[in-house]
C-alpha cells in the first residue's frame, strides 16, 4: 500500500488549504482513512477521521475549520482546511487502516506527510 500526500504549502493565518492523499494498493471505498499532524517536538496527534461509510471524527482543534473527505471513485482522500491558525503548523499525514471504522483502531500505512505552515 503507497500513500501519496500533496497539497502543503504556505499560508498566511486565516488563509486555506487542500490536502490530498492518493492510494494504491488500499480502497477508500471499504477501509477508514485519516488525517494526522505532528508539529516539531511533538507527538503525531489526529486531525481527522473518515470511516469507509462516510462518518467523520475531529480533533476539537480544528471542529469547524477543516472537513474530511473521500472520492472512492478516484480513491483519494482530502483535508480541506480553512481559517487556518499558526498553531496548524505541523507535518500532515494521511494514514489509512485495514477496517472500515475507526472504533478504537491504529492506521496500518502511513504517506510521506506533507509541510503545512501557517504564518502570523
Known amino acids: 500500500v503507497q500513500l501519496q500526500a500533496s497539497g502543503g504549502g504556505l499560508v498566511q493565518a486565516g488563509g486555506s488549504l487542500r490536502l490530498s492523499c492518493a492510494a494504491s494498493?488500499?480502497?477508500?471505498?471499504?477501509?477508514?482513512v485519516g488525517w494526522y499532524r505532528q508539529a516539531p517536538g511533538n507527538e503525531r496527534k489526529l486531525v481527522a477521521t473518515?470511516?469507509?461509510?462516510?462518518?467523520?471524527n475531529y480533533a476539537d482543534s480544528v471542529k469547524g475549520r477543516f472537513t474530511i473527505s473521500k472520492d472512492n471513485a478516484k480513491n483519494m482522500a482530502y483535508l480541506q482546511m480553512r481559517g487556518l491558525r499558526p498553531e496548524d503548523t505541523a507535518v500532515y499525514y494521511c494514514?489509512?487502516?485495514?477496517?472500515?471504522?475507526?472504533?478504537?483502531?491504529?492506521?496500518?500505512?502511513w504517506g510521506q506527510g506533507t509541510q503545512v505552515t501557517v504564518s502570523s
Open positions: 494498493g488500499s480502497t477508500f471505498s471499504v477501509n477508514a
Open positions: 494514514a489509512t487502516f485495514v477496517y472500515p471504522a475507526v472504533a478504537g483502531h491504529q492506521p496500518r500505512y
Open positions: 473518515i470511516n469507509s461509510g462516510g462518518s467523520t
